[in-house]
């Protein structure tokens, strides 16, 4: 079965920049659309970022210009560059496979997620 663990979360002030990874079992993963997506304390699980298997990259408009998502050269390692960072974006943030027709359409694989504290 698929296994995602996300890491590299932390606090950091406004206007930093943090790197997420999330880890995935199997290659077989290549085949699949991978997703960001986040989720604050009283609010709904949000998507922040996709990327299709053939490496075309979508973003919610609020990340697009700071945001940047990325597959790993071996495709089972998945990556989310965050640029200026906002309090806003203070949240847990998971990977997940899925597969894009349009838009993302998340599978039911799901890492811990990791904390990302945007604080002065």
């Known amino acids: 079965q698929v296994q995602l663990v996300e890491s590299g979360g932390g606090l950091v002030q406004p206007g930093g920049s943090l790197r997420l990874s999330c880890a995935a079992s199997?290659?077989?993963?290549?085949?699949?659309?991978l997703g960001w997506y986040r989720q604050a304390p009283g609010k709904q699980r949000e998507l922040v970022a996709t990327?299709?298997?053939?490496?075309?990259?979508n973003y919610a408009d609020s990340m697009k210009g700071r945001f940047t998502i990325a597959r790993g050269n071996a495709k089972d390692t998945l990556y989310l560059q965050m640029n200026s960072l906002k309090p806003e974006d203070t949240a847990v943030y998971y990977c997940?496979?899925?597969?894009?027709?349009?838009?993302?359409?998340?599978?039911?694989?799901w890492g811990q997620g990791t904390q990302v504290t945007v604080s002065s």
């Open positions: 997940n496979v899925g597969y894009y027709d349009g838009s993302y359409y998340p599978l039911d694989y």
């Open positions: 199997g290659s077989i993963l290549s085949v699949y659309a």
């Open positions: 990327i299709t298997s053939g490496g075309d990259t």
